[in-house]
């Protein structure tokens, strides 16, 4: 319990975490158990919680929803908890806006140099998990090409 609690002073965690935590540091799975179940009752551990606030820093840090969702899952974070703290997180936003504030973001208030730079954002953005006809659009050039991105 007390190696469970310096973990937490830390940095939040999902009870995912928090007993891969433990499990690294060699504590027994009984043990480790009934510390996340104690914890999680006592208020301590809260995956909603932590499913909020990283995806608002995913999303401001210029993630796509999705792939926010994606990542709060593979934290351990229900997967319908984690899509709606990503929605949460977007604030309303369309997916044309969310990726015209994370080329904002890149950018720091410049253009692209040229078609160079801008094929290279869009693969960038991409990456982040946005679609790449609505980065195409902020950056104003055309998308013809699959917008299926499914594969993150």
């Known amino acids: 319990m007390d190696k469970a609690l310096r973990l937490l002073a830390l940095r939040s965690r999902t009870a995912q975490e928090l007993d891969r935590a433990l499990a690294k540091a060699g504590v027994a799975s009984t043990d480790r158990e009934s510390a996340v179940a104690r914890l999680r009752e006592l208020g301590y551990i809260d995956d909603r919680g932590v499913a909020r606030a990283r995806a608002r820093t995913r999303v401001g840090q210029g993630d796509a929803p999705r ?31 969310l990726a015209a504030k994370a080329l904002q973001r ?40 699959d917008d299926e991105t499914d594969d993150l």
């Open 106 to 145: 890149r950018l720091r208030g410049r253009k692209p140099a040229d078609m160079r730079e801008k094929q290279r954002l869009l693969r960038g953005l991409v990456a982040r998990g946005h679609r790449p006809s609505a980065v195409a659009k902020a950056l104003g050039i055309e998308w013809e090409g």
């Open 67 to 97: 792939l926010a969702a994606k990542r709060l899952a593979a934290a351990g974070i229900d997967e319908s908890d984690a899509r709606e703290a990503a929605a949460e997180a977007a604030e309303g936003a369309e997916e044309d806006e």
